[in-house]
């Protein structure tokens, strides 16, 4: 535990941002004084590590969800809630029903789960999620999923009391839980879309570029093939409109998010006004594991001292050439789950002016603590994620708050109906409802 507390401290570009440090360290003394053995389960360890990284309220440091924990659990008959829910507005909703009880409709407001208001259970649960703000961990709860933490912070249950509000009417149902197995098969995947696709919708053009990132050799010419083949069809069909996706997006290199909005771009671009670094030992041990270590940046974190905040200078970014540039209107779609480089690429298309941003603002913020490195921590081998880089915006604002749309609507329930494109597309081209 104490190395895991120095550690941030040398390894986070600015650990009490938003804590300050008598704060932190309260709780870093109240979860040590909590401890009664020696021994602990890789679980039980992984939640008091988590419940130390969190309180820097930092998006980007962070401990994940304890997967192989969870595998194992799994592979022994592990069974989970059957219900996932999205968080809207304060309330909870069903978003998807496993549980086989047809009267639970999709969009149901949960109450209560044994006895215990929701609001009190997600309160338990959010120590071990890393956001700013509310409003981001409420969409990192979505994307982990209420089954996953549930079982992480309260263990297994063979059944559920749940209360529920719909229509103004409150039910109670007793459900039972179901095997992770068939949690996993049924659900079909996770929130967050990594799948590029590329399709017309009458004579406007949508793009889906998935994550900026890829394999470390190939992916980002693979992408960069993607980016030329899709406006190679653009221009083959004259579309007027094109809709790039920045929903569900992890985000990732802006090697990637850069080449695409240079086809969209009518003057050079940066997607930061300003991006500073601060170098750390462990940070400097991993770079000098690379087998090339003379690029800038690795040379400009190398070469300044350890702890030495300093300013990173980015490059413009130039538009395509102008014959492969698209010129018609063009609309980005983002929601609360448009996160890290993704966030950075729709503030950067508002603040140039390149596109309209359409739908909810996103969970991740666009000037934040990134540039997220990891490191293990000994005996566990639990993998810590901090940020050691600031980067703000292009317009320089440093407001703690998502990226606004310049046209709101809200992704309901982040289900299969999509409201905010099909909401764009009957306010652009009626012919294509």
């Known amino acids: 535990m104490g190395y895991l507390r120095s550690s941030l401290e040398e390894t986070h570009f600015n650990l009490y941002a938003y804590t300050s440090?008598?704060?932190?360290?309260?709780?870093?003394?109240?979860?040590?004084?909590?401890?009664?053995?020696?021994?602990?389960t890789l679980l039980q360890a992984t939640n008091l590590f988590q419940k130390v990284v969190t309180k820097a309220q930092t998006g980007h440091c962070e401990i994940d969800f304890p997967a192989y924990s969870y595998i194992l659990y799994a592979q022994n008959g592990g069974t989970v809630f059957p219900l996932e829910i999205a968080l809207?507005?304060?309330?909870?909703?069903?978003?998807?029903n496993f549980s086989g009880n047809k009267a639970i409709q999709i969009g149901t407001q949960v109450t209560s789960m044994n006895g215990q208001k929701v609001d009190k259970i997600l309160a338990q649960l959010y120590p071990h999620i890393s956001a700013e703000r509310l409003y981001f961990k409420n969409a990192k709860l979505e994307f982990w999923s209420l089954p996953r933490l549930y079982w992480q912070v309260f263990g297994e249950q063979d059944s559920f009391e749940v209360a529920f509000l719909h229509g103004g009417k409150t039910t109670a149902h007793t459900l039972s839980a179901i095997s992770i197995m068939d949690y996993e098969n049924n659900r079909q995947g996770e929130i967050l879309r990594s799948a590029r696709s590329f399709k017309f919708l009458g004579n406007t053009a949508y793009l889906h570029p998935g994550a900026f990132s890829g394999d470390p050799a190939t992916g980002e010419a693979s992408f960069k093939h993607f980016v030329d083949s899709a406006f190679a069809a653009i221009r083959h069909q004259k579309a007027d409109v094109l809709v790039i996706d920045?929903?569900?997006?992890?985000?990732g290199h802006n090697a990637y998010s850069d080449y695409l909005i240079s086809h969209i771009a009518t003057k050079p671009f940066k997607w930061n006004s300003s991006f500073q670094l601060?170098?750390?030992?462990?940070?400097?041990?991993?770079?000098?594991?690379?087998?090339?270590?003379?690029?800038?940046?690795?040379?400009?974190i190398l070469t300044h001292a350890t702890g030495q905040v300093f300013?990173?200078?980015?490059?413009?970014?130039?538009p395509a050439i102008d014959d492969k540039r698209f010129k018609g209107k063009v609309y980005v779609l983002i929601n609360r789950q448009t996160y890290s480089m993704a966030a950075v690429t729709?503030?950067?298309v508002q603040?140039?002016?390149?596109?309209?941003l359409v739908g909810e603002e996103t969970g991740d913020l666009p000037?934040?603590?990134?540039?997220?490195?990891?490191?293990?921590?000994?005996?566990?081998?639990?993998?810590?994620?901090?940020?050691?880089?600031?980067?703000?915006?292009?317009?320089?604002?440093?407001?703690l708050k998502g990226v606004q749309p310049d046209i709101v609507i809200k992704d309901h329930l982040l289900d299969e109906e999509d409201e905010i494109l099909n909401g764009l597309l009957s306010r652009i081209t009626p012919s294509n409802k």
């Open 311 to 318: 300013d990173y200078a980015t490059e413009s970014y130039l």
């Open 21 to 40: 440090k008598p704060e932190f360290e309260k709780n870093y003394k109240r979860i040590i004084n909590s401890l009664t053995t020696d021994s602990l």
């Open 278 to 300: 601060k170098p750390s030992t462990l940070l400097k041990d991993q770079i000098r594991l690379q087998k090339d270590t003379s690029d800038n940046y690795s040379q400009a």
């Open 246 to 251: 920045l929903r569900n997006n992890a985000g």
């Open 351 to 356: 603040d140039y002016q390149f596109a309209i």
């Open 367 to 399: 000037t934040l603590y990134a540039s997220q490195f990891s490191f293990n921590l000994p005996a566990t081998s639990v993998q810590v994620k901090v940020p050691k880089g600031y980067m703000v915006r292009p317009n320089k604002s440093q407001a």
């Open 346 to 348: 729709a503030a950067l």
């Open 88 to 96: 809207e507005n304060g309330k909870a909703y069903v978003r998807k």
